[in-house]
């Protein structure tokens, strides 16, 4: 089905100016970017994104490493939108993503995995709502 998920490119690939790369592999997949902004979040913010990890023992080192420069994010549509962005993302943990996924070839460690992709039909429909309004999605039909 035709499917919307929400991605973000992280500080640390920001910061190894790979945001373009990171855009042209999903383009090359067939997603398309229908909504798009560069921020820096707030603590508040990415507490708030990542509220389901609140009790994991990485969370303080999540929110610090996420609001430690800007980030991009993205809604991503196209078939198997969600799936396809986790193929295209590897594993969480760039020491176990398979070659030639964005977190092997940018990734330094499981903190600084260079992107978050949505893990659920459930959690994009969310984490789109989270940074965009319907009025900032631009289908392009
Ligand atoms: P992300 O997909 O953004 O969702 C939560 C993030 O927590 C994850 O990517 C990792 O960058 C980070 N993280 C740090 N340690 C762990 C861990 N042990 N398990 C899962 N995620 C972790």
Redesign the pocket.
């Given at each position: 089905a035709n499917e919307r998920t929400l991605s973000?490119i992280?500080p640390d690939a920001v910061a190894k100016n790979v945001i373009g790369e990171i855009y042209s592999r999903f383009e090359k997949a067939g997603l398309q970017i229908v909504a798009a902004k560069m921020m820096h979040l707030t603590q508040e913010q990415a507490e708030g994104f990542?509220a389901e990890?609140k009790e994991?023992p990485?969370f303080n080192?999540?929110v610090a490493?996420m609001t430690s420069g800007p980030v991009v994010v993205q809604a991503l549509e196209g078939e198997g939108a969600i799936l396809k962005n986790r193929e295209l993302m590897g594993a969480?943990?760039p020491k176990e993503a398979e070659a030639g996924t964005i977190r092997a070839d940018f990734a330094s460690s499981?903190?600084a995995?260079a992107v978050?992709?949505s893990?659920s039909a459930a959690s994009a429909e969310r984490e789109v709502a989270y940074f965009f309004n319907d009025n900032e999605i631009c289908p392009r039909g």
């Open positions: 973000i992280k990542y990890h994991r990485f080192d999540l490493f969480t943990n499981i903190d995995n978050h992709g893990d």
